[in-house]
């Protein structure tokens, strides 16, 4: 994490002086030793369980479970698996309460099926209660563009299960097993604030409309409920740059990254790019394009860009020398290697950059154009123009907009827009 100071001197560039100084009065109301901790929304996942008792209302529970035996799944282990989160979550709420906190409990359904609005404006504090799925969509509705308040409710979220889920966005493991103490802690301000950066997606275009979003995460697509963000007047050197004369930013904020390509994954993505707003325009077609938060650089980011110990080993091989003493001690530390570098995948959850990845970039012929076009670096905005079929814009794997032959996109950071969390160690 990067130092307070460095912190407010980058986002400061980035600022109006308005926004720069409204940025500043929101940092300083909400030091550690300011917060106040009075009121609780916990965002507890749905589980496994669950899930399927939504998938069958029709079913009692023997009938559902002997359902899922003839599927082949282990029943006995969904079952202890939700009650071992179940029990978990009553810890959480428990320990909250123990500190004199009102609690109001909110499955992860139940929240995303509405705004939120009134019992986001009541928390002082958001807690999911699972893995980074919950945190991702806790924090999509902490957006200030999705709850069209500049109120910054933070949030810290608990492993409800560190023996099944790595959980990178939650609290430390051991906080698991000792709910109580985080909370006793953050109740008396011994922590530490975490701002992570978010990317803002702005679609442009000629008349400010926006396509009907869908939800991802109900495993069916689901029409989501409709946000308004007013579109604007482009400024006449943008419009002329990018050939549009509306903007309209969408409410949702991506925590870890956003992806654009192409629905059917077997079909090549075409898109076009220009970087940090320079004249060249970068065109290629690829697998898709992943534009990534440092939050988000230890989960698809490095899915994407990491190597393994035999991609070290097949590259060592392939030298002149491949066979040489040095050459063949550097094989023999092929993991330790792979390993450095996939680590050197990773940056600040607070860094102001975004660093885009192009997944398997098609590399013959004319593609890309031009040559030197990088298949990953670090910018400050990304414009994407898309020349794709049927392609989608997904924020979080979760919020999905058509993104089809013609369509504009702005990526970039404000420093207004960073998610504030609870970090302890």
């Not at 958001?126 to 957006?143: E, K, M, N, Q, Y």
């Not at 109900?218 to 308004?228: A, D, F, G, Y």
């Not at 924020?395 to 999905?400: A, L, M, T, V």
Request: proline letters at 5%; hydrophobic letters at 35%.
């Amino acid at each position: 994490m990067l130092k307070s100071k460095q912190l407010l001197q980058q986002f400061s560039k980035g600022c109006s002086k308005t926004a720069g100084r409204l940025f500043l009065r929101e940092y300083a109301k909400y030091t550690p030793t300011n917060f106040k901790l009075k009121r609780a929304l916990v965002v507890t996942k749905l589980s496994r369980y669950e899930f399927e008792q939504l998938r069958h209302p029709e079913l009692s529970p023997d009938q559902l479970q002997q359902k899922l035996r003839d599927r082949g799944t282990d029943v006995e282990m969904v079952l202890h698996l939700h009650k071992v989160h179940k029990d978990f979550e009553r810890r959480v709420v428990q320990s909250f309460q123990d500190v004199g906190c009102e609690v109001k409990l909110s499955s992860r359904l139940e929240f995303r099926s509405s705004l939120s609005k009134d019992v986001m404006s009541w928390a002082d504090v958001i807690v999911p209660v699972g893995g980074d799925g919950t945190f991702l969509l806790s924090a999509g509705r902490a957006s200030p563009l999705f709850a069209l308040s500049q109120q910054k409710t933070p949030i810290v979220g608990f492993n409800s299960d560190p023996l099944h889920s790595e959980g990178r966005l939650m609290l430390p493991k051991h906080y698991s097993d000792n709910p109580a103490d985080a909370v006793s802690r953050i109740k008396s301000g011994d922590f530490k604030w975490m701002h992570r950066s978010r990317v803002r997606t702005t679609m442009l275009g000629s008349n400010g409309k926006i396509p009907e979003p869908t939800d991802l995460f109900r495993h069916t697509e689901v029409k989501m409920e409709q946000v308004s963000t007013a579109p604007e007047m482009m400024d006449q050197d943008m419009a002329y740059k990018y050939k549009a004369k509306m903007k309209r930013v969408l409410p949702y904020l991506a925590l870890n990254e956003v992806f654009i390509g192409e629905h059917l994954s077997a079909r090549v993505s075409h898109l076009q790019l220009v970087l940090d707003h320079q004249d060249m325009v970068n065109k290629t077609k690829c697998s898709g394009l992943c534009v990534s938060t440092g939050t988000g650089s230890t989960s698809w980011h490095t899915s994407i860009n990491r190597i393994t110990s035999r991609d070290v080993d097949d590259l060592l091989r392939s030298l002149p020398n491949g066979n040489s003493k040095n050459v063949m001690m550097m094989r023999q530390n092929a993991e330790e290697i792979a390993q450095r570098y996939n680590q050197g995948l990773l940056f600040a959850p607070d860094d102001p950059r975004l660093c885009y990845s192009i997944r398997e970039q098609i590399c013959v012929g004319v593609w890309p154009s031009p040559k030197t076009f990088k298949e990953r670096d670090f910018v400050q905005t990304v414009f994407v123009k898309s020349h794709c079929i049927d392609a989608n814009l997904v924020i979080d794997g979760s919020i999905s907009f058509p993104f089809n032959d013609g369509a504009k996109a702005l990526l970039e950071v404000h420093p207004e827009d960073a998610l504030l969390t609870i970090a302890l160690d």
